[in-house]
Nanobody
């Protein structure tokens, strides 16, 4: 079990940038795959990005590839999601999740944070 705490959400305009952070408890962070998911009202939780344990491999949803960058600093037990060129459709609650598999399904991850809200306005 990894305790996760997201931060960095907010209200921005389309085209702006935001950086989300996910701070994790130390015990198993470095051995965990970390992912970001997002969810909008009435929609299912969708995969955004994932990063492997040592940070040298990442995967992205097609909708964010080229605009979002996931990274991690194992010394700080933190994963980041840099979001550039934000679009209206990027709005939603963003959750970080920890797991053992480098997957893209919510079921691949056993630990979840409480989420941070991102709202993109026109």
């Amino acid at each position: 079990q990894v305790d996760l705490l997201e931060s960095g959400g907010g209200l921005v305009q389309a085209g702006d940038s935001l950086r989300l952070s996910c701070a994790a408890s130390e015990r198993t962070f470095s051995s965990s795959v970390i992912a970001w998911f997002r969810q909008s009202p009435g929609k299912e939780r969708e995969f955004v990005a994932a990063i492997n344990r040592n940070g040298n491999a990442a995967s992205y949803a097609t909708s964010v590839e080229g605009r979002f960058t996931i990274s991690r600093d194992n010394a700080k037990n933190t994963v980041y999601l840099q979001m550039d060129s934000l679009k209206l459709e990027d709005s939603g609650a963003y959750y970080c999740a920890a797991g053992l598999r480098f997957g893209a399904r919510p079921s691949d991850f056993g630990s979840w944070g409480q989420g941070t809200q991102v709202t993109v306005s026109s």
